[in-house]
């Protein structure tokens, strides 16, 4: 009885712990996770977050009749809080990718960014082949890795934690360039005298928001708010003011 007893409490905990997610994103709130160091995407400023990502889901939001409770925390753990359940999804400048695919399921792309090389202007680095045998940083977690080890594996990869530490590293001269996406890379170059973007992108992706496989009413609304916002122009005002005008 003992033995039965506690199984069938377990069986039940895992139940609850099956529902959690999805009765947490019927209410009012949907719970999403970010790592707010990746400007224009997502960053904070006195406290407060901003970017095209927060003010886009914010207005998701709206448009779904919800409110957002954002939580900050690493790249590399927004696919694992989604997939724990401690979070409905995730948005943060995150690629579509088929291994992500796996594991979440992904609204429609939203943005279109990629890869690309950030070094300094009078850096020996003109082409991606100037890669072979310097040392380039990257952020853990992101695809920067993986591309940079399947794809130019002479590369001496300097691995951080934040998109920061890399422009820092590559400032000081510990790294010769750096490997991220697109909009933080040229937002960076705008604002530092001295950095450079290379024409030759690496790689071109999309962007979407990570949601729980256990929720795809969410997903859905997610895709008919991104129409929406498209269709009343609110979407087209964000890339006016966060790409200088530059549709994706």
């Known amino acids: 009885m003992k033995t039965s007893k506690y199984l069938m409490s377990g069986l039940l905990a895992a139940a609850l712990a099956t529902l959690a997610p999805a009765s ?13 160091t990746f400007p224009p995407m997502e960053m904070t400023i006195d406290g407060k ?5 927060i003010e886009m889901t914010e207005a998701l939001a709206k448009a779904m009749g919800k409110t957002v409770a954002w939580t900050d925390i690493d790249f590399k753990g927004l696919i694992p809080a989604v997939l724990s359940g401690r979070a409905d999804a995730a948005m943060s400048a995150i690629y579509i990718t088929d291994k992500r695919k796996q594991a979440v399921d992904f609204t429609d792309s939203y ?10 202007d009078d850096s ?23 591309y940079l080890q399947e794809h130019f594996p002479k590369v001496h990869r300097v691995e951080v934690e934040k998109n920061q530490e890399m422009f820092n590293l590559v400032g000081v001269g510990r790294a ?11 937002l960076y170059a ?6 450079k973007v290379l024409d030759e992108q690496i790689t071109t992706e999309a962007y979407g928001i990570a949601v729980s496989k ?35």
């Open 190 to 195: 705008q604002q530092n005298p001295g950095f």
């Open 176 to 186: 010769d360039a750096a490997v991220t996406g697109k909009p933080a890379a040229k």
């Open 111 to 120: 943005y279109a960014g990629g890869l690309v090389v950030l070094t300094k």
């Open 24 to 36: 947490q994103a019927a209410g009012d709130t949907i719970r999403i996770v970010t790592d707010p």
């Open 214 to 248: 256990n929720e795809p009413e969410l997903t859905k609304a997610f895709n008919q708010a991104l129409k929406t916002i498209k269709e009343n122009g609110e979407y087209d005002k964000l890339i006016q003011k966060w790409f200088e005008g530059k549709k994706p």
């Open 124 to 146: 020996p680095i003109k082409t991606l082949k100037d890669l072979d045998g310097k040392r380039v940083t990257v952020q853990v977690g992101t695809k920067s890795v993986g």
């Open 49 to 53: 977050r901003t970017g095209f990502d």
